[in-house]
């Protein structure tokens, strides 16, 4: 079955451009493409940063799972959810110059980001988004996208929430 991701908010195309970034992550996709892969055979075959990769396009709705019968007894297994892109969308051009840079910001920059999101929230699960705006003085389309690049948070509505690990 060929699945289509319709990309028609422009801050999605940060995670679509992330999700491919390094040769580790295009192989891991290539891997989960060819066929249902369980965690421990990514990690046998790429480490941790393949498993790092497979949360990530998890987080991203790039791949799909199921539960099948393993070495260990049930195991998770991981395969492509989408073989195509469609990519329709119009933005201004601060916006697109907004996620380009929300892409490629450096890891050690977007790991500060992360961090002040963190210690922002406190021990609360969430935060106002307007909030880390005013802050960072971030737009909110470049925000957008560091959330959506980001495997600890995600955006909901006009919040940005933790991930809850399970």
Not at 45 to 69: C, N, S, Y
Not at 157 to 165: L, N, S
Request: no cysteine.
């Amino acid at each position: 079955m060929n699945r289509i991701k319709v990309v028609n908010d422009i801050s999605e195309l940060v995670p679509v451009l992330r999700a491919i970034d390094s040769e580790l992550k295009l192989e891991v996709f290539k891997e989960v493409m060819s066929g249902w892969k369980t965690k421990a055979e990514i990690e046998q075959k790429f480490g941790k940063e393949g498993v790092d990769a497979l949360a990530l396009f998890e987080k991203m709705k790039l791949i799909e799972t199921r539960w099948q019968p393993g070495k260990n007894g049930t195991e998770v297994s991981y395969h492509t959810f989408y073989t195509s892109f469609h990519i329709n969308l119009t933005a201004p051009i601060n916006e697109i110059s907004d996620v380009i840079l929300a892409a490629m910001t450096p890891e050690k920059e977007f790991q500060k980001f992360e961090k002040l999101v963190d210690e922002m929230m406190g021990k609360e699960d969430s935060i106002f988004v307007g909030d880390v705006m005013q802050k960072t003085e971030y737009s909110l389309t470049f925000l957008k996208g560091l959330i959506r690049r980001s495997s600890k948070f995600e955006s909901r509505g006009h919040r940005i929430e933790r991930i809850k690990k399970v």
